[in-house]
């Protein structure tokens, strides 16, 4: 009996994918739910990438299952990173992807990037610095989004459960009469 027929010592299918993964070699193809779980974003964000960035082409397969190679995989990495971590706006990394190329991506991932554009980054109203003076670049955080509960009150609608209140109420203790005399008999 093979350690799948064997449900006692079959692995959980979870930790058999990871190590699945965890064998794959550095030059191996990775499907899009691989890439999306080592970059930490949802698939349909690294297929919007796709539409937005030309460089981002992985190889297609029957039914369109996407493989992406390793260079796929650092040029999505670097995206990333521009994106969530430099705070820079899908149009400035294009800038970037379009003036410099993926070399260029690396250079302001690394903050080697000779200028830097303020322009490419999520920022309030733009303010030319002094002359002598150079601010660096800092990406804005959003918020985490909150949820609020809206509590309406309705008077007539409060009245109205009062009145079904009263008479599920009377309801009851009648009931409670029909039983009580029931159970005398």
Do not use: C
């Not at 989004?145 to 459960?161: F, G, K, N, Y």
Request: charged residues 35%; proline residues 8%.
């Amino acid at each position: 009996m093979s350690i799948e027929e064997n449900p006692e010592t079959a692995p959980d299918t979870q930790e058999a994918d990871d190590e699945i993964r965890g064998r794959k070699g550095p030059l191996a193809f990775r499907t899009i739910s691989e890439v999306a779980d080592e970059l930490k974003v949802p698939q349909h964000v690294l297929r919007f990438w796709e539409t937005r960035f030309e460089q981002v082409r992985p190889l297609k397969r029957g039914g369109g299952r996407r493989y992406y190679r390793p260079e796929d995989v650092d040029l999505l990495r670097q995206i990333a990173t521009l994106l969530y971590v430099k705070g820079y706006t899908i149009k400035g990394v294009q800038r970037v992807l379009r003036e410099k190329g993926p070399e260029g991506l690396e250079e302001e991932v690394s903050g080697k990037a000779t200028e830097a554009s303020v322009s490419d980054t999520v920022s309030g109203p733009e303010v030319p610095p002094p002359q002598d003076e150079v601010l660096p670049v800092t990406p804005v955080v959003q918020p985490e989004p909150q949820i609020v509960t809206v509590t309406v009150r309705d008077e007539q609608l409060e009245s109205e459960h009062d009145r079904m209140r009263k008479s599920l109420e009377d309801i009851l203790h009648r009931l409670a009469e029909v039983k009580a005399s029931l159970t005398v008999d």
